[in-house]
């Protein structure tokens, strides 16, 4: 008999996000991200996952349960989240005099986002959810006390399948023994990973 005694998540760390670029008719393009931008101000993020399973019957047993999972729910609470950034998840117009109009029903962006999730004894994973959409957003505010009270937002993101197969995430572990020798959180954070040939080159010795 083996016993293993696996890490405990002790916190969040970082959040990363990248805006896709469009294609010519204005859908989602694996192949183009812009830069990656890097913020330190999550305090919670929620995980839901939202899927279907739907048993087969025949001779009457449930010969195969077909198991899909159709997207993910993120509710991320910040202490604060870059407003042009959040406006242009939203949709809002900005004119040139910096009036902000929003409202409508605009075209919402695609964009990458990533997650860290730091473990009791230096453990770590790494996620990044290649295509994603701002579902909703709060911005709540209340009165200013003697002593200081932080104020928190919560950012409802919906992450959709990135390809064929519909995968939704990729991640690294380093509780798995396939954990890439030498990856960082800086190198995987780079860019967004859509590929295992991604992650391969970035840490590919260099000759």
Do not use: H
Request: hydrophobic share 30%; aromatic share 10%.
């Amino acid at each position: 008999m083996k016993t293993k005694k696996p890490m405990i998540k002790e916190t969040v760390g970082a959040q990363y996000y990248a805006f896709n670029t469009a294609d010519e008719d204005g859908n989602f393009d694996i192949t183009k991200y812009e830069e990656t931008v890097k913020t330190e101000v999550v305090k919670n993020v929620g995980t839901t996952e939202n899927g279907d399973s739907t048993p087969v019957y025949s001779s009457g047993i449930v010969y195969y349960t077909a198991n899909q999972k159709s997207d993910v729910d993120l509710a991320v609470e910040v202490i604060a989240f870059p407003p042009e950034d959040l406006a242009r998840m939203r949709g809002d117009k900005v004119s040139d005099n910096g009036l902000i109009t929003s409202g409508t029903s605009s075209e919402r962006p695609f964009f990458a986002y990533g997650k860290v999730v730091k473990k009791t004894g230096g453990g770590v994973r790494y996620d990044w959810y290649p295509k994603c959409q701002l579902v909703e957003n709060t911005d709540d505010i209340a009165t200013k006390e003697d002593s200081f009270s932080e104020q928190t937002d919560t950012v409802t993101i919906k992450a959709y399948a990135f390809n064929d197969n519909g995968d939704i995430r990729n991640s690294v572990d380093s509780e798995f023994t396939s954990f890439p020798e030498g990856l960082t959180e800086e190198k995987f954070f780079t860019k967004p990973i859509t590929s295992d040939a991604e992650l391969e080159a970035l840490t590919a010795p260099v000759i």
